[in-house]
């Protein structure tokens, strides 16, 4: 059984609150899992967690079979990624955030592959020039998950990524999350509240007061 992600016996405890109570999961490489359940369940700590931005109080994150503790962290980061639902772009230039992914890399700038990708969320090479003040929140969306993308992670958490958005730009976001699970191998884990990718999804995780329900 190849399992990109496993956790086992996690917990999470803040003061006297426990926020996710004894999860265990396994994610098969190249699964696409949509988690549900309440607001406040304990879905966005757990995508945390995974995405090591957040430390458990016990139990254990496996990537790859190894322990997350052991993997150097910029790298971790750069192998599960984690995208956010309100989306922030830094300085003044979309460039400067799709250079970024290269900047860490220590990689050269590639504009026709960012071409590329933006084409792939309905945008053009124009936009590479222009400002972070004149892109409309969809845009923006798209934008900060193509920095989560150009350079495709073992695993991508998605956490309420659509959410706000309108129909439109829910479905490019959508296409193009599964276009990356589908054809460059990226597991995919989603938090999500959307009827449409809830009733469409083939894999969900219900967590309920910090727990996997069971069904
Ligand atoms: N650092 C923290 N300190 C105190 N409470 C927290 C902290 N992080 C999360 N919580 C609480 O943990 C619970 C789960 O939050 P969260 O994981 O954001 O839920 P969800 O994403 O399912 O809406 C909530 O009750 C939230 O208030
Ligand atoms: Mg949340």
Redesign the pocket.
């Known amino acids: 059984m190849d399992n990109v992600i496993e956790v086992k016996n996690l917990n999470y405890q803040?003061g006297q609150?426990k926020?996710l109570k004894n999860i265990n999961l396994q994610v098969p490489r190249d699964a696409y899992i949509t988690f549900i359940?309440p607001?406040?369940?304990?879905?966005?700590?757990l995508m945390r967690i995974i995405a090591s931005m957040l430390n458990a109080t016990s139990g254990e994150v496996l990537f790859n079979g190894k322990n997350q503790s052991e993997y150097e962290p910029t790298h971790y980061r750069h192998k599960v990624s984690y995208a956010f639902q309100q989306p922030t772009l830094f300085g003044r230039t979309i460039k400067e955030n799709l250079e970024f992914p290269y900047l860490v890399r220590r990689k050269e700038f590639d504009r026709s592959l960012v071409t590329q990708y933006l084409e792939m969320v309905n945008l053009n090479e124009t936009y590479i020039d222009k400002s972070v003040n004149d892109v409309s929140g969809g845009e923006k969306q798209r934008i900060a998950l193509l920095r989560n993308l150009i350079f495709p992670p073992e695993v991508l958490i998605t956490d309420e990524v659509t959410t706000g958005l309108d129909t439109e730009n829910k479905t490019i976001v959508r296409k193009l999350i599964d276009q990356f699970n589908k054809e460059r191998n990226v597991t995919v884990l989603r938090?999500t509240h959307d009827d449409t990718e809830i009733s469409e999804a083939h894999n969900t995780i219900t967590?309920e007061n910090g727990e996997i329900k069971n069904v």
Do not use: L
């Open positions: 803040v609150q926020i359940g607001s406040g369940s304990g879905k966005s700590t938090v967590i």
